[in-house]
Each structure stands twice: as structure tokens, then as C-alpha cells.
């Protein structure tokens, strides 16, 4: 059920991405509120584990930058993400060595870079009774680099990110709001001898973030 809700974001992510550019072209630029001439935006934001009591099991801190490009948003970033192993992956212990006691709680690192499109709507305006209200979505592929603390082995391998957010727009450069991330990247070590398969060296990363982000718009 956990995999299948992770999907499920994904999907719902990319279709929210490639929605129809005339409904959202009669939408939002029927909002007082509609701003349009920024084509730059700068984004800092900082996650934590959904889990409020494990909420330190997964941290990240990424910056992202758009270009606006008609309709769509350019979107790139670069996570820094942190996490308690069995949070991040399930254990191959042909890839790492080592047993799942062993591993499950030390913490290791991703860094992530990623590019791809984004989308911004105004539908948020809709339901909630306040101004200025706005959401994003991006899709991106990734290419993520691991390193797994206990045994030093690095991993690295494509994969893609999905970013839902929603923003406060407070003043006309800058905005404030919440956002979700769920990244997914299946990666795998040098080969240690010519025996060795790809899937006998492999992991897969998955993780769901949530938080805080501060855009700023040129």
C-alpha cells in the first residue's frame, strides 16, 4: 500500500503537470491576483520525514531554480538529502556486505541534481477564502549519487523527483509555503569483480519529504 500511494503521487504529479493549458489559461487569468511578469524564480526549501515522532529520520535542504516559458516552468534543483538507511532503501545485502541489523540505524547521504518542467495554477484560489494563493507542480529526472557511511561504498544512478507546493504570495518578488517532495532513484556500486550483475550491486531509493519554501521571483 506504502509503494502504491508513492505511485500514485507521481502519477498524479506528472498528469497535474501536463494538464490543459487552455482550462488553466481561463482560470488564471480570470484572478485578480494573477501575476505573470516574473521569469525567474529562486526556491530554498527545507524537509523532514512526514512522520511527526520520526520526523529526523529523513531531512533534506534543496534549492531550485525556474525559467518561465509560456505556460510551463523550466525547474531544476539540487536536494542534500539525509537519512536513516532503512528510511531511504531496502536492504541488497549483495550490494552493501552487510545485514539489515546492521544497517537499520545508521544514516547516509543522497545528493541529487535534477531537471525538468514545472507548472503553476491558481485552483488552491478556488476553495480557500484568502487572496494570492497559488500552487506548483514539477517533475524532474534526477541523477542521484549515494554514500552509504558504514561500508563506504558510493552508488549513482537516474531517477526522478516529483514537487507538489503551495504558496502565500506576500509581497510581488517573494512567497512563502508548504511543499512535497517524493523522490525515487534506483542506484548501484562499481562492479567489485566481472561476475558481479547489475542487480546483484543495486538499491533503490525512495523517500517522501515535506516542507517549508521560500521563492523569490525576478
Same mark, same amino acid.
Given at each position: 500500500?506504502?509503494?502504491?500511494?508513492?505511485?500514485?503521487? !507521481?502519477?498524479?504529479?506528472?498528469?497535474? !503537470?501536463?494538464?490543459?493549458?487552455?482550462?488553466?489559461?481561463?482560470? #488564471?487569468?480570470?484572478?485578480?491576483?494573477?501575476? %505573470? &511578469?516574473?521569469?525567474?524564480?529562486?526556491?530554498?526549501?527545507?524537509?523532514?520525514?512526514? %512522520?511527526? &515522532?520520526?520526523?529526523?529520520?529523513?531531512?533534506?535542504?534543496?534549492?531550485?531554480?525556474?525559467?518561465?516559458? *509560456?505556460?510551463?516552468?523550466?525547474?531544476?534543483?539540487?536536494?542534500?538529502?539525509?537519512?536513516?538507511?532503512?528510511?531511504?532503501?531496502?536492504?541488497?545485502?549483495?550490494?552493501?556486505?552487510?545485514?539489515?541489523?546492521?544497517?537499520?540505524?545508521?544514516?547516509?547521504?543522497?545528493?541529487?541534481?535534477?531537471?525538468?518542467?514545472?507548472?503553476?495554477?491558481?485552483?488552491?484560489?478556488?476553495?480557500?477564502?484568502?487572496?494570492? #494563493? =497559488?500552487?506548483?507542480?514539477?517533475? &524532474?529526472?534526477?541523477?542521484?549519487?549515494?554514500? *552509504?557511511?558504514?561500508?563506504?561504498?558510493?552508488?549513482?544512478? #537516474?531517477?526522478?523527483?516529483?514537487?507538489?507546493?503551495?504558496?502565500?504570495?506576500?509581497?510581488?518578488?517573494?512567497?512563502?509555503?508548504?511543499?512535497?517532495?517524493?523522490?525515487?532513484?534506483?542506484?548501484?556500486?562499481?562492479? &567489485?569483480?566481472?561476475?558481479?550483475?547489475?542487480?546483484?550491486?543495486?538499491?533503490?531509493?525512495? =523517500?517522501?519529504?515535506?516542507?517549508?519554501?521560500?521563492?523569490? =521571483?525576478?
Amino acid at each position: 500500500m506504502k509503494n502504491l500511494i508513492k505511485i500514485s503521487f !507521481v502519477i498524479f504529479s506528472i498528469i497535474l !503537470v501536463n494538464s490543459s493549458k487552455a482550462y488553466d489559461d481561463v482560470l #488564471l487569468k480570470s484572478e485578480s491576483s494573477y501575476v %505573470s &511578469n516574473h521569469e525567474n524564480r529562486f526556491s530554498f526549501m527545507i524537509g523532514v520525514n512526514p %512522520s511527526i &515522532n520520526k520526523a529526523q529520520d529523513v531531512t533534506n535542504l534543496s534549492a531550485s531554480y525556474g525559467k518561465k516559458m *509560456e505556460e510551463f516552468w523550466f525547474d531544476s534543483n539540487l536536494l542534500i538529502t539525509n537519512g536513516v538507511f532503512n528510511k531511504l532503501t531496502t536492504n541488497n545485502p549483495t550490494a552493501t556486505g552487510l545485514t539489515s541489523i546492521q544497517l537499520q540505524d545508521t544514516k547516509s547521504t543522497i545528493t541529487t541534481v535534477g531537471a525538468g518542467i514545472g507548472r503553476e495554477s491558481h485552483y488552491i484560489q478556488n476553495l480557500l477564502p484568502f487572496k494570492d #494563493l =497559488y500552487e506548483y507542480m514539477a517533475a &524532474n529526472i534526477t541523477y542521484n549519487m549515494y554514500r *552509504e557511511k558504514t561500508t563506504s561504498q558510493n552508488y549513482s544512478g #537516474l531517477g526522478m523527483i516529483a514537487k507538489f507546493s503551495t504558496y502565500k504570495r506576500f509581497a510581488d518578488y517573494w512567497s512563502f509555503g508548504g511543499q512535497f517532495i517524493y523522490s525515487i532513484a534506483p542506484v548501484k556500486r562499481a562492479q &567489485n569483480n566481472v561476475l558481479e550483475t547489475s542487480s546483484s550491486r543495486s538499491l533503490t531509493l525512495s =523517500y517522501l519529504t515535506v516542507g517549508f519554501d521560500l521563492s523569490i =521571483y525576478l
